[in-house]
């Protein structure tokens, strides 16, 4: 064959994609009784947004965006991200004048060029929660507690979460350098990359998986030691509340974020059926972004998590992903002359809201009849000659073997009141 898909860009085939309409489809429905309602963005942005938002020196930046110069010569990058493009379409569209917060969520695809291994690919797919507009540590607790909502409801019962305070332009600078002073008579045994980020990035040696960094900062200061009165009395709102909601957490100093317009809360949910790259998804207050991309000071608080990775851990449990749509009826034709006949009901049920099928290879009648077992119906409708003279149809019940004649005019009445959850099925 000439034409594979991309490397890191996987087919999501018609025998799974069911599993993504039902972890997609639950994510929608406890979106919408939370009251957060969708928000789409386009699928590529300027260049410009993602290196303010998520750092020039970052290597998402610097090696794994999609970059690409469009004919009128404008940088343009496919979105490795969320967050940037729903702030700015927030301060495009002037939402903060229409109403006092903004909840939004999105389901969409990312992409990075980075290395494909298990669970991470280069285009992947998100799950995402924003809450725009609150200070508070309510608004915190509300993206948390909706995301542990989503994994319970999928029967994720070993979803840990870890929370955090990164404090704040008031109170983090002081602590950088407290812990630049811990990490400098270490700084040659440190990883190459944990060097690299003395500078620049100090923060996020404390989350470095190099082992030896782990064991040279093992009793580095941390933030949530060092946090302003104002952090830390958002810090232990957070906790209060999510204890009231029964959302079970740890503190963990070690979760960090490296860019400056992170504040206060950061967190993670974890689950160990994805090995050492355990995290099933990630979140945190970032209220000096919209500043950042030339808004004004615009309180914000989000979480996103990959689809690909919850599907994982879905398997990895043996969890339901839902069941793979099959049709309730096979309509099959005991003659040529009666197909046309035959298809005028087929939409007449399809109008009704009863999902069917029908054939379209022209095939023998018994032909059909293996089709419709083949497709696990419930019921088969037949109809030949006499059938159509008569205006009637015969149905089938394929798991009882039985059947009878049902005029045409009671059909939808009596397939409704056979259908599981409608009526007792005959």
């Not at 093992?218 to 009231?244: M, S, V, Y």
Request: charged fraction near 25%.
């Amino acid at each position: 064959m000439k034409f594979k898909s991309i490397t890191g860009a996987k087919d999501i085939l018609p025998a799974e994609s069911y599993r993504w309409q039902y972890v997609e489809q639950t994510f929608r429905d406890l979106a919408h009784r939370y009251n957060f309602k969708e928000i789409r963005t386009p699928v590529f942005e300027q260049t410009e947004l993602f290196a303010r938002s998520i750092g020039e020196l970052t290597d998402i930046v610097g090696k794994e965006m999609y970059t690409f110069e469009d004919r009128s010569g404008n940088s343009l990058t496919l979105k490795p991200e969320m967050t940037a493009g729903v702030i700015r379409a927030f301060l495009q569209h002037n939402l903060g004048q229409q109403q006092p917060v903004t909840k939004v969520y999105y389901l969409a695809p990312m992409f990075r060029q980075e290395r494909p291994q298990k669970g991470r690919l280069r285009q992947f797919h998100q799950f995402g929660l924003e809450i725009i507009g609150s200070p508070h540590a309510e608004a915190d607790a509300e993206i948390i507690v909706m995301t542990a909502e989503y994994y319970s409801q999928l029967g994720i019962t070993q979803a840990g979460l870890k929370i955090n305070s990164v404090g704040c332009e008031k109170c983090r600078p002081a602590y950088k350098e407290k812990l630049k002073d811990y990490l400098r008579p270490h700084l040659s045994k440190l990883s190459q990359d944990s060097q690299r980020r003395f500078e620049t990035n100090p923060l996020r040696i404390l989350d470095s998986k190099d082992e030896r960094d782990r064991e040279l900062t093992i009793d580095a200061p941390l933030q949530k030691d060092n946090l302003c009165r104002e952090c830390n009395e958002h810090f232990i709102r957070l906790q209060e509340i999510l204890t009231e909601a029964a959302v079970s957490f740890t503190v963990d100093g070690r979760i960090v974020r490296g860019l400056d317009y992170y504040t206060k809360t950061a967190f993670e949910f974890i689950s160990p059926a994805l090995g050492s790259q355990d995290a099933l998804s990630g979140g945190g207050r970032y209220d000096l972004l919209a500043k950042e991309l030339g808004g004004g000071n615009v309180p914000a608080v989000g979480v996103a998590g990959g689809i690909e990775r919850l599907l994982l851990v879905l398997e990895a449990g043996g969890l339901s992903a839902g069941g793979e749509q099959v049709p309730v009826v096979y309509l099959a034709a005991a003659d040529n002359e009666s197909r046309a006949w035959l298809y005028g009901i087929t939409q007449q049920l399809r109008r009704n809201g009863i999902p069917c099928d029908t054939d379209l290879m022209n095939r023998s009648l018994k032909a059909q009849m293996r089709e419709a077992s083949r497709q696990q119906v419930l019921y088969t409708i037949i109809a030949g000659t006499a059938e159509r003279n008569r205006n009637e149809v015969v149905v089938k019940n394929m798991e009882r073997g039985k059947q009878k004649s049902v005029p045409v005019n009671e059909l939808v009445d009596t397939l409704t009141q056979q259908l599981p959850g409608t009526g007792n099925a005959s």
